[in-house]
């Protein structure tokens, strides 16, 4: 496949004149990266068991016979094939509840891990690879945030909105924006690694500008650590808001989320186990989905990764 | 490196001014402080509110009321609680705590975190590999107080079996007799087992993570190219040259993470019942009491930039291709 | 290899609970079936310790100021401060007889109170109890002698007039500007006033000696031996005790534990010995109740608290009481209590009056009798109808013809009853046409229910052993408590004449005549009282369930260990 970027073209002539080839990224047609991770079988196992959780969750409330804000008559019953994840104290179907619950749960999750994402990973590179005092200011202001403890801003945001339909988001917003920073520092430390590197200086000399290397030449490299950032963010997103609604400032009732639901069940663990593990178990298998396919997809698009 | 050093420090002070004056505000817009007193049944009279609201300096306008604060801090006052306490004392009470509570549990989830970042990248895609990301991935979905619940009924079934009481499952030993020094040992492990286990497996799952897929890049990087080529042993290669290279994204989410860990491990100390940093936060939050939460802020905040400070200049150290002047 | 096996049997009975069905509650080891008031009773033999679990931290040691005056403090404060009178758990009052030899009403008029001290009653120091320190108490909180002072309520100290004791100090004379029935709750805790003259005037030894300095000091059985704060208090026996009883143990120490669920455990690892969690659930009984095999008994019973739901009559929808009658009507309070109560709460009784606890005199199922909790939906979409109410689509419109607007329901955290009886009211209203919000967090109580500009508020009061006295505090026009719009001046009257009975019996029948009032105005509805739950080793005699604001340790001089 050929590749089209001048700098490529210029490795090609280094390997010409004898030279160690300067390691860089090539993009490669997707074609070739799909067939890579379809390789890895727990990738391609997460992939499907996780488009089945977004399925029941978005799907099949509709679909499923009780509704999570109805109360029916049976009481705290164990899972049965009538109510398949039993139900609480009050009679709500739990199934209903952990649909509902997960829709919401990876609305929030997906939220926070897409921004989250795409800040903190472009304001590293920018940082990393700019230097000088734009470096500092870009990285003082992060500090700035880390410095800011989610409780208080959750705290005081729920005191002027007030829950609602659409309480998640504004849970989601205020995630993403407190949690960015950490991947921030760490595509900036890899990219400063990474400035010095022949490539990149090769590129310089090309003639590409800063927003080319960064998006074409440094932020493919860091990619690593910027799927397992996602992938990280997607399961402390869903717990932290747990955390949240632990305190009273995360989805608020009616509404409900996995957190939610887990918080509720905190005291009856040993008495009425499905109450909890139910919903647990949906937050581990997401966030062990969403694991593993990150493994995947990393694999799959770096071109230094040997084929296991 | 010294210029650079001295930079970093001297910015803490406008940062810490810019963070503590927003947290002000958010606080102070956040709730009312004599709420509490007002729901009480019956609620205490006028006059003993109006006496509360004068204390907490209510009265004063905002601004007024942020310099009080800052203007206090150079006589040691942090300012007045709800709550009547101290709240100098209180924070470096609290922060002993807290300390004690992680130091440990930091240590185990890194040495863990490394094993696992080695075993995960030489072994990629292997059931071993499989096997602690897993485990990796479920700490960190796992909620603290199902873990903490798990471990607390283990130590009660060790407890029986041992026939004494070894592990404790709340509280950090307060009022427990040990006079004989072997008693103390066996206190403190009593009373840190299972809190160090429940923070150090959260804090492992998320670095074990980072550190795999950066001992991943780092083996696949030329640099560790070059030193095979040299011929080093594959053993030395890993551990002399990839660990090292590894270590400065690994070594951003420690830092991040064992401050993080001081603020948010609320629910940690709540399950546990240590009166750390975290409890304090939340106390602080939760009562509207704006001059606790700024002291937390003040020592939360400082260590926080110390700590991404500390991995900075450890980048420089450790990596060499990696220089902070243009 | 055991240690991992038990590791894993724990594992495997989650799973098993999981899939078996869920067995009748057995309890064997709950204890009932005795007068409340002599429950666990026995003697106990002399030394052992006990460690009682609180739940919260103690920054405030004056039981009766602002910042001092939650059931932690007075827990902790009971086996130290010496009481005139003492609530127990029939909730009826009992005169200490340890500290009193007598305590006569003399006159009527006017009310003239005569408390005689018994001559052993010293403090710890060796200083008699005397008139000095009632009257030091007197002043504190009467808010005309000490204004600086930060009390939390007079409680009736106001309406006494003179205060005056002999040349021994033993005989105290109360003289009362106007009658008041609840004579009985005054002089609830007394405090040492030779120290406290020590540590400047009335305001500074009220406000920062007693309140920030821990207790040196005792009346009690118990003194304070030390404080390790946000953990522990020790306490050990008073040498200079003069009661007739007690004290039994060697040490008596309240640990501090803020999570209900983590003191089940610390219980279950025998690191504390009684726990007390403040709204026993369902859960927390099932596991109580699972604990029979480490010999450990619980008790549970209606407490003086009782949930309720306010409407707002002064502002928004529920200022129309056709709206709030119909809403009330529709509330189905059997389903309400089969949903919340009775899976876990055995022969549980509703709550019919807003003035009166079931076993309080002066009771009558007065909200049965008005047809509110029935759940009667077409009834209560004929009262609306007959309002001029119009239900269109599934929504309902007022007489003008404006649909009416979503309704909030507010209930403050920390209460999973609260939320699920918000959930089922929301339900309950839905066929009148009628949208609810819920609403709840940190604020809800300050923001929402203290603004004025809410519309359905879930719940707790806390009654007194006079009625009277806390009618004063919720439907007087001023009183703290009147979030709800009560404005009508009868009740008011009828408050004040029956605050001025002079017998409990009178001033009950007097009120009965406020409470029917006080439901016509459909403003407010009672629900059910919350649970307490005292769960402990049943080694512990005379450790027994105080379902008030005293709470259990009403009389720790008797605390003692079976032989």
Redo the contacts between chains.
Sequence with gaps: MPSSTPASAMSDRAVEIGQAPAQEQVYRPWRAIARKFFSYKASVVSLVILILIVLFAFAGGPLWKYSYAVSTSDLSAPPSWEHPFGTDHLGYDLMAGVMRGTQRSLSIAGTVAVLATLIGSIWGAVAGYVGGWADSLLMRIVDLIMIFPLLAVAAFLARQSQGGEHGWLLVALVLATLSWTVLARVVRSVVLSLRTREFVIAAKIAGAGPVRIIFRHLLPNTVGPIIVAATVLVASAILSETALSYLGFGVQPPDTSLGLLINQAQGAISTRPWLFYFPGLFIILIALCVAFIGDGLRAALDPKQQRK | MLAYLVRRLLVMIPMMLIASFLMFVVISFSGDPLAGLKTMQPPPPPEVLHAMAVKLRLDQPLLDRYWMWLSGLFVGDFGPSIHNIDIGAELVKRLGVSLRLLALGIVLAFLMAVAASVIGAVLQFSWADHIISFVAVAMISMPVFWLALQLKRLAISINQELGFRLLYTSGDGAGMTASTPWDRVLLLIGVLALPTIALSMQAFGTWSRYGRVALIDALNSEYVKLARAKGLSETRVVLAHGLRTSLAPMLTVVAAGGAVILGESVVTETVFQWRGMGDLLVTGIQNNDVYVVLGWLLVAGLIIMVFNLIADILYAVLDPRIRYER | M??RL??L???LS??V??????AVLAQDNLVTGEPITTVNSGTPGKGGEVTFTVTR?I??WNVTS??G?NAVVRTVTLPIVPSAFMVQPDFTLKMNTDLLESAELTSTDPQTVVYRIREDAVWSDGVPITGDDFIYFWKTQN?RDC??C?????DGHDFIETLEQDETGKVVTATFSEPFVGWQGLFMFLYPAHLAEKHGDIAESYNNFL??EVPTWSGGPYMVE?F?????V?LVPNPKWYGEKGPYLDKL?F????????QL??L????VDVIYPQGA????V??AA?LDYLGIDFQMNPAANWYFMGLNSKAGPMSDIALRKAVLTAIDAGDLKA??AD?YLRNWPHMGSVMFLPNQAGYADRRGARGYGTGDVEKAKGILSEAGYKLSGGSLLDPSGKPVSTLRLGFP??Y?AA??M???I??YIAPLGLKT???????A???Y??SGNFDLYLSY??QQVFPAVKAG?IFLRDA??NYFGFNDPKIEEIIGKAAAASSIEESAAILSEADELAMDYAALFPIYQLPTALIYKEAILNLRDNPNQLGPAYNTAEWGLAE
């Design positions: 055991n240690i038990h590791g049997t724990t594992i989650a799973l609970v999981f899939t078996a069905p869920t931290d920054t405030n602002a910042l005056n808010r204004p600086e930060l009390i939390n309520a007079s309140s920030n030390s390790d704060p946000g953990q522990l020790t120490k640990r501090i534990i803020t999570d209900s669920t983590q455990t610390a279950e690892n025998g690191e659930t369902q859960d927390m099932e596991q699972g949903k919340t899976p955290p920390g999973p939320n699920d918000a959930r089922l929301t339900g919000d819920l609403l709840t967090g940190p604020n109580t300050a923001d229910l203290l009061f806390s505090q703290g408590q």
